[in-house]
């Protein structure tokens, strides 16, 4: 952590911390690593990215590479695809916060075959998220992060993206997370955080796409798909498809229709990803293979 950033609030916080997780009924694996009850999250991250990279532990992590981009990642594995090899499943962490539906739609996909991914961690931004127990049900690892006690954005994305990182994570998948991503995931995961957002963006960005859509009075709203970035709601598109508001729809049916399209449309987008199909072009569109 640099000097400029406010530091944490020491041991009362993270023994809070450790109650709210045992209240909410997880396993002792929803905590982090041991490391991150301690005040140097900058210098663990750091030796992360740099085991990460190859570089050795104890090295300077200024010298390794950096992080692999969506980009080299996706031409890896298409290149693999061409070649005939079987591709290895693409490791994904995904980022809740609530009850978890958009996870369990993945979970239902990776156990029916017909999505190539696996799911090496799961981090909630509070303990009573029920995507939570959607995770310990399928017995995926997870990570609980509470707001009241992690008060610091930046100090809780170090963990996350330290975590994430040890989990060996190739993208990380944000489905209903409603806390913003900032520079120590964005760094670490470059072109690497894939988003979830419930209308045609750029129409109707922010925390409450569907009830802005339809409280402008739209005819047709939708679901998209894409890569996040420091600009909020602003990254590369991947995938968008419409939804048709039919006349006298409570904004409940409308919700209800939404989610039906993200439950089917985002685990398609992982698949492509999977694949190597998804380049990002200089002008920040995406090409689809």
């Known amino acids: 952590m640099s000097a400029n950033e406010p530091e944490r609030n020491g041991a009362a916080h993270d023994d809070e911390y450790r109650r709210l997780v045992e209240e909410a009924g997880l396993p002792p694996e929803a905590l982090p690593t041991d490391a991150f009850f301690t005040a140097n999250v900058d210098a663990e991250l750091a030796r992360a990215v740099a085991q990460a990279a190859g570089a050795d532990a104890d090295g300077d992590a200024a010298e390794a590479a950096a992080p692999q981009t969506s980009n080299q990642i996706q031409a890896a594995r298409a290149a693999a695809r061409a070649a005939g090899e079987t591709l290895a499943p693409l490791a994904i962490g995904v980022l809740v916060s609530g009850s978890g539906t958009n996870l369990q739609a993945l979970i239902d996909r990776i156990a029916d075959g017909t999505l190539n991914a696996r799911i090496a961690l799961v981090v909630a931004s509070r303990p009573s998220a029920y995507g939570l127990k959607r995770a310990e049900a399928a ?21 996350i993206a330290h975590e994430l990182l040890a989990a060996g994570v190739d993208y990380v998948i944000m489905a209903g997370y409603m806390r913003k991503v900032h520079a120590p ?33 739209v005819k047709v709203t939708g679901v998209t798909v894409h ?21 006298g729809w409570s904004v409940d049916e409308l919700e209800a229709a939404i989610h039906a399209v993200e439950h089917r449309l985002y685990p398609e987008v992982v698949e492509l990803l999977a694949e190597g199909r998804v380049q990002v072009r200089e002008n920040l569109t995406v090409a689809i293979s």
Do not use: C, M, W
Not at 187 to 214: C, E, K, M, V, W
Not at 228 to 243: H, S, T, W
């Open 227 to 247: 890569i996040a970035n420091a600009a909020y709601d602003q990254g590369p598109i991947i995938a968008q498809e419409p939804v048709r508001v039919e006349e």
């Open 139 to 159: 017995g995926i690892q997870t990570l609980t992060l509470s707001k009241e006690v992690y008060a610091d954005p930046i100090a809780a994305d170090e963990v």
């Open 185 to 217: 995931l964005l760094a670490t995961f470059p072109g690497r955080i894939i988003n979830l957002h419930p209308a045609l963006l750029p129409s109707f960005p922010g925390a409450h796409g569907i009830q802005d859509a339809y409280d402008r009075g």
